[in-house]
């Protein structure tokens, strides 16, 4: 049987690695390369994100984001890694404890790195949010509070917003179209899935079809609970689905006063 990165180490030896250079004061490129190799072999392996944890990285993202505040790179990379517990339901109440909620509340309103920092922040909040009232254990910030500031955040993002985010799958996009009672929750899942396969149809587009995610969208824009911001979304979504990546295409370069190069 094949080992994973993580079964090699691979986590302990990134986090050594970063817990030298913090002690040299030095964001450098080894650091900026450990959690971006970090991020990738979180994404949906669970293992690999409870070892994170385990292995006291929590610590280590608050530490690197206090010392190096300003360093674009590191922190969506971080930022990206911290979307992949989130979306482990058994690991993200660990995000609830100490001030990360306040954290993530502040970097909602961050415009760094273009909608990236503000766009995981938001996606973090939907996986915790969309586990109901009940799972939300602390009194500050609510859960209201927090889902009000997701929608604001939701709305400045510019629909032609090109990315720095690469999916493999939308799994955990999709299972958030699902949650009615976390309207918020659902506008960031829609607005994702409008935004990636607009601006990168060749091969969401696709994507989205393989996983069934168009029945899904269906349901969404005709059920009555939904806002409707996010039907209009959803529909855009299926249309550009139908349409194909060239005339999706087409129309996105014939609208080019639309685009942000963010």
Request: glycine content about 4%; hydrophobic content about 40%.
């Amino acid at each position: 049987e094949k080992l994973t990165f993580g079964e090699l180490g691979a986590i302990e030896a990134m986090l050594k690695i970063i817990r030298r250079k913090l002690a040299l004061n030095q964001c450098d490129e080894n650091m900026e390369v450990s959690w971006s190799m970090m991020w990738n072999i979180t994404d949906e392996t669970a293992e690999n994100c409870k070892r994170f944890i385990d292995n006291n990285g929590l610590e280590l993202f608050k530490s690197c984001l206090v010392r190096f505040a300003d360093k674009e790179e590191l922190l969506r990379n971080m930022m990206g890694l911290m979307g992949n517990i989130a979306e482990v339901r058994e690991l993200r109440k660990k995000l609830m404890e100490g001030d990360f909620m306040d954290i993530f509340c502040k970097l909602m309103e961050s415009e760094m790195d273009g909608i990236e920092v503000s766009y995981n922040a938001v996606g973090i909040f939907s996986h915790i949010t969309a586990d109901g009232e009940n799972a939300w254990t602390i009194s500050q910030p609510t859960r209201n509070e927090v889902m009000m500031r997701m929608m604001r955040a939701i709305k400045r993002w510019p629909l032609e917003s090109r990315r720095n985010i690469n999916y493999r799958s939308f799994g955990p996009i999709l299972n958030l179209l699902k949650a009615f009672d976390t309207p918020a929750a659902q506008y960031w899942a829609v607005w994702a899935l409008c935004n990636l396969t607009r601006v990168y149809p060749e091969r969401y587009c696709r994507l989205l079809k393989s996983e069934g995610g168009l029945a899904l969208l269906e349901t969404v824009e005709a059920d009555p609970r939904t806002l409707e911001e996010v039907k209009t979304l959803a529909h855009t979504v299926i249309e550009q689905v139908r349409n194909g990546p060239e005339k999706v295409k087409a129309e996105s370069e014939s609208n080019p006063e639309d685009q942000s190069d963010d």
